[in-house]
């Protein structure tokens, strides 16, 4: 299910990317950037989109309690992705064009609801803001150099399971 909400809104964000500056190949890539970037060829020059967190959203625990009972109740999850510019030096002016474009891409269209999975009705996009001792720490724990990034959450992943866990008999 990430995979496929990751893909289908990188597909429109390269769509938006091919029309603005003319590209012909994918821009955005769903790969995580390694320890000295360079090494990492299919990334070099393009935006890398990757997972960095996964949570629980607390608003889902506001609804009902269960709908059906003896299942698993279903929750929400927000996932957080970074979209980091991993251009070469000579290329910077890009990057910031690039990430400038995808910001742009978000503050347009926040809301996606054209999934192929019943799990997801729609997804919400937000940007997050990250401060200046979280971004170094998360630089310093990938093993890379900053390049630039805009991190965003996408709220409203729908888990559920329709198994019974247990059924109970009446009781006397």
């Known amino acids: 299910m990430i995979l496929s909400v990751l893909s289908g809104i990188n597909e429109e964000l390269n769509e938006r990317l091919s029309q603005k500056f003319g590209t012909v190949e994918e821009m955005v890539k769903i790969t995580s950037l390694k320890k000295g970037q360079s090494d990492n060829l299919d990334i070099t020059n393009k935006i890398a989109s990757f997972l960095i967190n996964i949570e629980e959203d607390g608003a889902s625990k506001s609804g009902p309690f269960q709908s059906n009972p003896g299942a698993n109740p279903s929750f ?74 805009v991190v965003y959450r996408f709220r409203m992943l729908n888990f559920s399971s329709n198994n019974i866990s247990s059924a109970i008999g009446n009781i006397i």
């Open 76 to 149: 929400f999850i927000n996932l957080y992705i970074i979209y980091a510019a991993a251009f070469e030096n000579e290329n910077y002016p890009e990057s910031l064009k690039y990430i400038s474009e995808i910001i742009s891409f978000f503050q347009e269209r926040n809301v996606f609801e054209d999934f192929d999975n019943p799990n997801i009705n729609k997804i919400i996009v937000e940007m997050v803001n990250v401060q200046f001792q979280e971004l170094s720490n998360f630089w310093n724990n990938i093993g890379s150099n900053y390049v630039p990034s």
